[in-house]
T-cell receptor, first 109, second 116 residues
Framework: AQKITQTQPGMFVQEKEAVTLDCTYD???????LFWYKQPSSGEMIFLIY??????QNATEGRYSLNFQKARKSANLVISASQLGDSAMYFC??????FGQGTELSVKP | GAVVSQHPSRVICKSGTSVKIECRSL??????MFWYRQFPKKSLMLMAT?????????EQGVEKDKFLINHASLTLSTLTVTSAHPEDSSFYIC????????????FGEGSRLTVL
């Protein structure tokens, strides 16, 4: 069975600091990659960043970057220079169908 | 980027009635759409895969007679919650696949269903 695990139900970070959200994957299907989504309180899912399973370099997208460690099967999201608007639920997902449990990030002023 | 629209965003209904939720891809054609259910502060659980012109594929444990899915066109999939009960109250989200099986996934805004 394929499984995505986010072990941090809630995280706090001070505004302007960096924060790392953990995600590990246990899948046999390597044809997809790993996605990170942000879900604010309004409910919509916002795509943040994608890492292909065969990509060697860590993906980056503005203030978002992935710390992708294949041997550990982890793809942690790093948000640099946190902003108040970053407060939301964050989900990692494998392929298009399997989501982790989510991490609620709260940015403190 | 591509846009997927869900309607209604919020709906309140009485127990025993049926509710239809629409998912539209506004600027692309989607042969495949997905329906998810999400409880507060919980993960998205895939309910079914909706394929244009064919029957939906339901995940284990999802009652297909309860959650009717129709994907009659390349831009519209509908989820009908039949004979709704309070335990069906939830946040329902759709997503649409753009560009074939390897394409990008775009999400609707979600629909919050409350059954009284």
């Amino acid at each position: 069975a394929q499984k995505i695990t986010q072990t941090q139900p809630g995280m706090f970070v001070q505004e302007k600091e960096a924060v790392t959200l953990d995600c590990t994957y246990d899948t046999s299907d390597q044809s997809y990659g790993l996605f990170w989504y942000k879900q604010p309180s309004s409910g919509e899912m916002i795509f943040l960043i994608y890492q292909g399973s065969y990509d060697e370099q860590n993906a980056t997208e503005g203030r978002y970057s992935l710390n992708f460690q294949k041997a550990r099967k982890s793809a942690n999201l790093v948000i640099s220079a946190s902003q108040l608007g970053d407060s939301a639920m964050y989900f990692c997902a494998w392929g298009k169908l399997i989501f982790g449990q989510g991490t609620e990030l709260s940015v403190k002023p | 980027g591509a846009v997927v629209s869900q309607h209604p965003s919020r709906v309140i209904c009485k127990s025993g009635t049926s509710v239809k939720i629409e998912c539209r891809s506004l600027d692309f054609q989607a042969t495949t759409m997905f329906w998810y259910r999400q409880f507060p502060k919980k993960s998205l659980m895939l309910m079914a895969t909706s394929n244009e012109g064919s029957k939906a594929t339901y995940e284990q444990g999802v009652e297909k007679d309860k959650f009717l899915i129709n994907h009659a066109s390349l831009t519209l999939s509908t989820l009908t919650v039949t004979s709704a009960h309070p335990e069906d109250s939830s946040f329902y989200i759709c997503s649409a696949l753009a560009g074939g099986n390897t394409g990008e996934l775009f999400f609707g805004e979600g629909s919050r269903l409350t059954v009284l």
